[in-house]
């Protein structure tokens, strides 16, 4: 069955420097990828969407790169700040499923001043 | 504020109770998705409805159930609860929802508690 892996240990760095949170899947080509960002005891918030055909996707200081040979996605968070610190999940769809997303488990983000 | 409204924010109930969670979609969205989040199994997609029918079903118990009404809110009843269903319960909403492209945009949950 379809697996997605992220950083299961939380990621600390210092303002200012970059985040890279890694997602790994496993038995699957999906079409695309999302990225979610969550607060504790909220909803996640949609980030970005890359296609399979994009190798990479920037707003702000967010940046997606998506390695369908590797089965890889890379976020990175630019001149990271503490506000930034939450947990980021990515999701992929399940194929002639709808809407169906599957995600990650999380990654937890804490940005230190 | 995604625009989706969850009701009600925390449940605390019994062991083989049921109880009703209730999610408005922002207005003009047609499809509706709940999720269950645990601590052990992060976000997990239950079923999805669009324009007030099924349209893709995850790992959902058949304990619970749900249904989308012709004004487009929705409700997940939960039945014979046990203390594993305890977690926070999240609605989503998108335009469409026949391809996952369409954004999601999530509620602030319902935080069922089973003791």
């Known amino acids: 069955s379809q697996k997605i892996e992220q950083n299961s240990e939380a990621l600390n760095i210092q303002e200012g420097k970059t985040a890279t949170l890694t997602c790994n899947y496993t038995?699957?080509?999906?079409?695309?990828l999302q990225w979610y960002r969550q607060d504790p005891g909220r909803g996640p918030v949609f980030l970005l969407l890359?296609?399979?055909?994009?190798k990479e996707k920037r707003k702000e200081r967010l940046k997606v790169t998506f390695d369908t040979t590797l089965k890889q996605s890379l976020f990175h968070i630019t001149a990271s700040q503490p506000a930034d610190s939450a947990t980021y999940l990515c999701a992929l769809p399940i194929y002639n499923q709808g809407g169906k997303l599957i995600f990650g488990q999380g990654t937890e983000l804490s940005v230190k001043p | 504020d995604s625009g989706v409204t969850q009701t009600p924010k925390h449940l605390i109930t019994a062991t083989g109770q049921r109880v009703t969670l209730r999610c408005s979609p922002r207005?003009?969205?047609?499809?509706v998705y709940w999720y269950q989040q645990s601590l052990d199994q992060g976000l997990q997609f239950l079923i999805q409805?669009?324009?007030?029918?099924?349209?893709a079903k995850g790992n959902i118990l058949e304990r619970f159930s749900a249904q989308q009404f012709p004004d487009l809110h929705s409700e997940l009843n939960l039945s014979s609860l046990e203390l594993g269903d305890s977690a926070l319960y999240f609605c989503?909403?998108?335009?469409?929802?026949?391809?996952?492209?369409?954004?999601?945009?999530f509620g602030p949950g319902t935080r069922l508690t089973v003791l």
């Open positions: 409805y669009y324009n007030g029918e099924e349209r």
């Open positions: 038995n699957y080509s999906p079409a695309y």
């Open positions: 207005s003009g969205d047609l499809s």
């Open positions: 890359i296609r399979e055909n994009e």
């Open positions: 989503a909403s998108s335009v469409g929802g026949r391809d996952s492209t369409d954004t999601q945009y």
